[in-house]
């Protein structure tokens, strides 16, 4: 069975200052790895999604991640924070079998907290 | 853009009733998903669905049950509520095609069992 991990329950940044969040997987076969950001009382939105391909991956708020699977990591960056990026941070990765996907496995997120 | 909606933002009930939580979405996605939420835990699967009247069972599908009688609509049943089911809910949607895997997501329920 897949799982994931984020070491880190919380993080405090200055604004302005670069940000990265740790997360490592677990998976036997080729990992789909998403990190996703919920805003307090909010669902959840997708930041990016990695299948395959180009292992740094762009995504939208400025964010990127990097899929290094020698050291099955997916970490997630951004080079200069806002107070608004101030939220929950999941990474997940999705498991499937011949039917179809069989639901995301996630982290039990970073919270993420923004210095003036 | 995909619409995943739940019927209620905030819940309330007492412990022994029969709960439902409907969840529709509107973009024809074969799968469709129940989470919870708990602070420190994330998210953990309770149930999944791959098709109407398909079921599969979660990592924590006690105490649940779920309905999928058409394809936009997946609810999820506590058929005795218990106060250790007071949780945030998350309802998800995906697209079977191979290669994407992404769910989308609805608000939220939050419900509190007394």
């Known amino acids: 069975a897949q799982s994931v991990t984020q070491p880190d329950i919380h993080i405090t940044v200055s604004e302005g200052a670069s940000l990265e969040l740790r997360c490592n997987y677990s998976y036997g076969a080729t990992p789909y790895l998403f990190w996703y950001v919920q805003s307090p009382g909010q669902g959840l939105q997708l930041l990016l999604k990695?299948?395959?391909?180009?292992?740094l991956v762009q995504g939208i708020k400025g964010f990127e991640a990097e899929f290094k699977r020698s050291q099955s990591s997916f970490n997630l960056r951004k080079p200069s924070v806002h107070w608004s990026d101030a939220a929950e941070y999941f990474c997940?990765?999705?498991?499937?079998?011949?039917?179809?996907?069989?639901?995301?496995?996630f982290g039990k997120g970073t919270h993420l907290i923004i210095q003036p | 853009d995909v619409k995943v909606t739940q019927s209620s933002r905030y819940l309330v009930k007492r412990t022994g009733e029969k709960v439902f939580l409907e969840c529709v979405q509107d973009m024809d996605h074969e799968n469709m998903f129940w989470y919870r939420q708990d602070p420190g835990l994330g998210l953990r699967l309770i149930y999944f669905s791959y098709d109407v009247k398909m079921k599969e069972k979660g990592d924590i599908p006690e105490g649940y049950s779920v309905s999928r009688e058409k394809k936009e609509r997946f609810s999820l049943i506590l058929e005795s509520a218990s106060t250790n089911q007071t949780s945030m809910y998350l309802c998800?949607?995906?697209?079977?095609?191979?290669?994407?895997?992404?769910?989308?997501f609805g608000p939220g329920t939050r419900l509190t069992v007394t």
């Open positions: 990695y299948f395959s391909g180009d292992t």
């Open positions: 997940a990765v999705a498991g499937y079998s011949g039917g179809g996907a069989d639901g995301l496995t």
């Open positions: 998800a949607s995906s697209r079977t095609s191979l290669g994407d895997y992404e769910q989308y």
